[in-house]
């Protein structure tokens, strides 16, 4: 992998880690399209600093928030910001569960099975549908739309499904406010990321010999810069209720993998 490789699988990651169109979709239609050598399977270290970058973006982003947050539970008092946190994490229970009982059987589904990427942008180009079509509330998330958000995020450790299009499109669906249903969605994966990559640090998953740290940089820029702007997008284009646009994208991507498939 040159730098040029590595400065478009950072855009790419940056992009579709918000924007509702599959990252994980989008980087197996990668390798199927530019071959399985251009992502070597030593790259998991690469992978890491590209979703470190994406969730640097996101505190970026959402600095003020966060700031409130920390100051909120220093107070050491029930209040709405601790609230917050308390949901965040409840939101992470079913990811961690299926991720740690799962992991092996997970990765299996990340082999270049284009057909099943397909139908799960489908479901995808689905949900975004209904949730555009959703009514306007300023409902805030309960703690028990935190739980069911989280099982929509276990959900799309498929690959193909969109992450945030799947917290999103939930939470809306559950009568929430689509902003705030946009700023919980980038929130609640930051402490997934940092989580999955101490664990890999930790393990000795992670191989740091032979590292060009010329092209991680490379890719981390590039992650997190296409990241800071496709997560402040995003939050507007929730808020105008544009997603029908990346349900005709996600159909249209997702047929042309489908069709790809069947002809290999």
Same mark, same amino acid.
């Given at each position: 992998?040159?730098?040029?490789?590595?400065?478009?699988?950072?855009?790419?990651?940056?992009?579709?880690?918000?924007?509702?169109?599959?990252?994980?979709?989008?980087?197996?239609?990668?390798?199927?399209?530019?071959?399985?050598?251009? &992502?070597?399977?030593?790259? /998991? +270290?690469?992978?890491?600093?590209?979703?470190? %970058?994406?969730?640097?973006?996101? *505190? !970026? #982003?959402?600095?003020?928030?966060?700031?409130?947050?920390?100051?909120?539970?220093?107070?050491?008092?029930?209040?709405?910001?601790?609230?917050?946190?308390?949901?965040?994490?409840?939101?992470?229970?079913?990811?961690?569960?299926?991720?740690?009982?799962?992991?092996?059987?997970?990765?299996?589904?990340?082999?270049?099975?284009?057909?099943?990427?397909?139908?799960?942008?489908?479901?995808?180009?689905?949900?975004?549908?209904?949730?555009?079509?959703?009514?306007?509330?300023?409902?805030?998330?309960?703690?028990?739309?935190?739980?069911?958000?989280?099982?929509?995020?276990?959900?799309?450790?498929?690959?193909?499904?969109?992450?945030?299009?799947?917290? &999103?499109?939930?939470?809306? /669906? +559950?009568?929430?406010?689509?902003?705030?249903? %946009?700023?919980?969605?980038?929130? *609640? !994966? #930051?402490?997934?990321?940092?989580?999955?990559?101490?664990?890999?640090?930790?393990?000795?998953?992670?191989?740091?010999?032979?590292?060009?740290?010329?092209?991680?940089?490379?890719?981390?820029?590039?992650?997190?810069?296409?990241?800071?702007?496709?997560?402040?997008?995003?939050?507007?284009?929730?808020?105008?209720?544009?997603?029908?646009?990346?349900?005709?994208?996600?159909?249209?991507?997702?047929?042309?993998?489908?069709?790809?498939?069947?002809?290999?």
């Amino acid at each position: 992998m040159d730098i040029l490789d590595s400065i478009i699988l950072g855009i790419i990651q940056g992009l579709t880690e918000f924007l509702p169109v599959s990252s994980s979709g989008h980087l197996e239609l990668g390798k199927a399209i530019l071959g399985d050598d251009s &992502i070597p399977e030593e790259s /998991l +270290l690469f992978t890491v600093v590209l979703h470190f %970058a994406t969730a640097l973006s996101t *505190m !970026v #982003v959402f600095r003020k928030d966060i700031w409130v947050i920390l100051k909120g539970i220093l107070k050491f008092q029930w209040n709405e910001d601790l609230q917050f946190l308390t949901k965040i994490i409840i939101s992470m229970i079913p990811a961690v569960l299926i991720g740690y009982n799962y992991e092996s059987e997970l990765a299996e589904l990340f082999g270049g099975n284009i057909q099943l990427v397909g139908f799960m942008l489908l479901l995808t180009a689905f949900l975004l549908y209904l949730a555009d079509k959703a009514k306007h509330t300023d409902k805030k998330v309960s703690f028990k739309n935190a739980l069911i958000i989280g099982f929509a995020q276990a959900i799309a450790m498929l690959p193909g499904i969109s992450r945030s299009g799947a917290t &999103i499109s939930t939470s809306v /669906l +559950l009568g929430n406010d689509k902003t705030k249903a %946009a700023r919980f969605s980038f929130l *609640m !994966v #930051v402490p997934l990321i940092f989580g999955k990559i101490g664990k890999d640090v930790l393990t000795g998953t992670i191989s740091y010999d032979s590292t060009n740290f010329t092209i991680l940089s490379a890719g981390f820029i590039a992650a997190f810069v296409s990241g800071l702007f496709a997560c402040t997008w995003m939050i507007s284009l929730v808020k105008k209720s544009k997603l029908t646009y990346f349900a005709i994208y996600c159909v249209v991507v997702g047929f042309i993998a489908i069709t790809y498939a069947s002809m290999n």
